[in-house]
């Protein structure tokens, strides 16, 4: 891949298959969204739950104290254990919560995370996790450092590049690796570029021809799919 | 070979394998199809090693992408950790609980030193002295408390209006459990938070004790306490303690580094927080249903309340010898 680990919030994983899972960090903000989401939603039920139990007086007031105890500690934990390490809104945000082994969290990594959150609550509004999160390289907070879990984006599956329509554009001297990966990779994106841009982009290619003319991108997906192997 | 007979050849195979992804990562497909989808370990191995060539031979970003994300669901699906939620429990609270408070005997006596020491330091200060009583409430809130075991009440219990049991029992759980939760969660804090709330409480509870009894409401107070103190006091003295080894994790790591030591730390307190939360319910329990009956005779109280002091220290010294950890 073209993307080093150094520039991008990449945490890679090994698998006992011996293959590198890339894990990409959630950062500040999406946690925060998140977080304000969930928040905003068990705001919702309460608000539901005391329209409706303040109906059966006592009965309902000591239903409504249980419920609040559980969701106050426990909705985080019940999402991320049944709902593949997300709750509500952590999915609205695509992101999710998995150990650091990248597997998915489960009930004591989760209990840890969540109840250790009071602190990262401290002094107030996570204070004291955001200091934490900026401390390290994977943004967790002090839950997460002690639960062993990270948050991490959802992978999202991309789209089928489609740029097939192209002919092959014969090549007379040799690219490295990297730079036949850019060609495809540029192929590969050319649909969601202007056709401005991808003049642009091409034009920072024309010292390849040794010429003056500009290649176009005609050309340089005609070039990506030779080196698919689809000539 | 060129990356695009690569993906003609193994195209089938893919999509086959997505469509049982599908069907697995369903949470009711999970348990039943891992078992009888015998090929999937096979698969996913081959997967991977599709990735690793796609990898090696580097294929477009986007090929790379979508064997990626097809390792990544499996391997979610594959390690999923299986639990026998039944069978743990029972297995936990019939040895894996008491085990796990004396593997902390160390932990367990500090806090168990602070909290009830406290307690009965405050409790006979009072008693000596009425008045130290307003270094821990002020008028108003003593005066609520007073009236919240005057004798002669038909039922009595920390709230006064609150006449429905299953209100009181849900109150307790809320407050209750919430101060055992904090008082661990906030031993991350070097301890500190833990040796806090350990001392407030104890203060605090020293002090009403202490007054109630000296101005006189023994009828009403001792036998309303008898029946949950065993089980309330123990939790809170076990939340300390789990709070103290966290926060000592970090403190004295030993031979590890202070990041493994804390999350292994945090790992085996848990194992004390689960018992410990269902003391606070099933204190909870007693407080609001039997405690607070005020036509049992107080004898009856004080001897169940001797009982479950003697039966929770013997099941904390005796349960789960002969099982392995």
């Not at chain 2, 060539?53 to 970003?61: E, I, K, N, Q, V």
Request: glycine share 8%.
């Amino acid at each position: 891949m073209i993307t080093d680990g150094n520039l991008d919030t990449v945490f890679n994983v090994q698998t006992p298959e011996g293959i590198e899972l890339p894990l990409k960090i959630a950062g500040f903000w999406s946690r925060s969204l998140a977080w304000l989401l969930d928040f905003l939603i068990r705001a919702f039920i309460y608000f539901v739950l005391a329209m409706i139990l303040t109906q059966f007086e006592k009965l309902g007031m000591g239903l409504f104290l249980i419920l609040i105890f559980v969701l106050e500690w426990f909705y985080p934990v019940l999402f991320e254990v049944n709902n593949q390490g997300m709750t509500p809104g952590k999915s609205m945000l695509g992101i999710q919560v998995v150990n650091m082994d990248a597997t998915p969290v489960s009930w004591t990594p989760s209990l840890i995370r969540n109840i250790l959150r009071t602190v990262d609550f401290l002094p107030l509004l996570y204070g004291l996790g955001f200091l934490t999160m900026l401390l390290n390289q994977r943004f967790q907070r002090l839950g997460d450092l002690a639960a062993g879990t990270l948050v991490v984006y959802k992978p999202v599956k991309k789209k089928e590049a489609s740029f097939a329509s192209v002919s092959t554009t014969d090549l007379t001297f040799d690219l490295s690796l990297k730079e036949q990966q850019a060609i495809i990779s540029f192929a590969e994106r050319s649909s969601t570029l202007s056709n401005e841009r991808q003049y642009e982009l091409a034009e920072i290619l024309s010292p390849l021809k040794n010429t003056h003319v500009t290649m176009t991108p005609d050309e340089l997906m005609g070039l990506a799919n030779r080196f698919l192997g689809k000539s | 070979m060129k990356q695009y007979l690569f993906e003609r050849k193994n195209e089938v195979f893919w999509q086959e394998f997505e469509a049982s992804l599908q069907v697995l990562s369903q949470r009711r497909g999970h348990r039943a199809s891992l078992q009888s989808t015998e090929p999937f370990p096979n698969q996913y191995r081959q997967l991977c090693h599709h990735l690793s060539l796609a990898r090696a031979r580097h294929y477009s970003p986007a090929l790379v992408n979508r064997l990626e994300q097809m390792v990544n669901a499996a391997h979610q699906i594959y390690y999923r950790r299986k639990t026998h939620l039944l069978a743990s429990i029972l297995v936990y609270f019939t040895s894996g609980f008491p085990q796990a408070v004396r593997r902390e005997a160390k932990w367990v006596i500090v806090s168990s030193l602070l909290f009830f020491g406290s307690l009965l330091g405050m409790f006979v200060t009072v008693l000596v002295s009425p008045d130290m009583v307003y270094t821990m409430l002020d008028g108003q809130q003593l005066a609520g408390m007073e009236s919240m075991y005057q004798p002669g009440e038909n039922r009595i219990g920390r709230e006064r209006a609150a006449d429905s049991d299953f209100e009181m029992f849900g109150y307790y759980i809320f407050n209750n459990t919430s101060i055992g939760l904090r008082t661990f969660a906030s031993g991350l804090l070097f301890a500190v938070g833990t040796v806090v709330i350990l001392l407030f409480n104890g203060l605090y509870i020293g002090a009403i004790a202490g007054h109630l009894t000296y101005i006189g409401y023994t009828a009403t107070f001792w036998p309303f306490v008898a029946g949950h103190s065993s089980i309330e006091l123990m939790a809170i003295a076990l939340s300390g303690a789990a709070g103290f080894k966290l926060g000592f994790s970090i403190i004295s790591p030993g031979r590890k580094s202070r990041m493994r030591s804390l999350r292994d730390a945090a790992k085996q307190t848990m194992n004390l927080m689960y018992g410990v939360a269902s003391m606070f319910i099933l204190a909870a329990f007693i407080e609001a249903y039997w405690s607070s009956m005020s036509d049992v005779d107080p004898t009856v109280k004080y001897t169940v309340g001797i009982g479950l002091w003697v039966l929770l220290i013997a099941y904390f010294i005796f349960a789960g010898r002969h099982r392995e950890a």
